[in-house]
Nanobody
Framework: VQLQASGGGLVQAGGSLRLSCAAS????????MGWFRQAPGKEHEFVLG????????SYADSVKGRFTISRDNAKYTMYLQMNSLKPDDTAVYYC??????????????????WGQGTLVTVSS
């Protein structure tokens, strides 16, 4: 199984980025997906999650109204649209896949597979 996150980079505060997570080696539509992030010196943090068919999503309070998660099961890809970025959003962003049943899984230990991470840096 491979999860390949991409799209990170350097952006000014208030700007936007779109991350992608391309999956292979698994039946994508059988997995709930999530985005997590880890900032320097901080713990792993749940950001957003989406159910297997995309009908349910969950957002961390810190990104509500700014970030949007989506998935295209035909393309085996998940997306994270980030708008109105803030310096506090600076982190390595990871995508993850879970086979655990449920609408949206927010607990990182319940995820089976993880991507390598992509760095997002937001300058003030």
């Amino acid at each position: 199984v491979q999860l390949q996150a991409s799209g990170g980079g350097l952006v000014q505060a208030g700007g936007s980025l779109r991350l992608s997570c391309a999956a292979s080696g698994l039946t994508f539509s059988s997995y709930g997906m999530g985005w997590f992030r880890q900032a320097p010196g901080k713990e792993h943090e749940f950001v957003l999650g989406i159910s297997r068919r995309g009908g349910s999503t969950s957002y961390a309070d810190s990104v509500k109204g700014r970030f949007t998660i989506s998935r295209d099961n035909a393309k085996y890809t998940m997306y994270l649209q980030m708008n109105s970025l803030k310096p506090d959003d600076t982190a390595v962003y990871y995508c993850a896949a879970t086979s655990r049943l449920g609408l949206v899984i927010t607990e990182p230990t319940w995820y089976d597979f993880w991507g390598q991470g992509t760095l997002v840096t937001v300058s003030s």
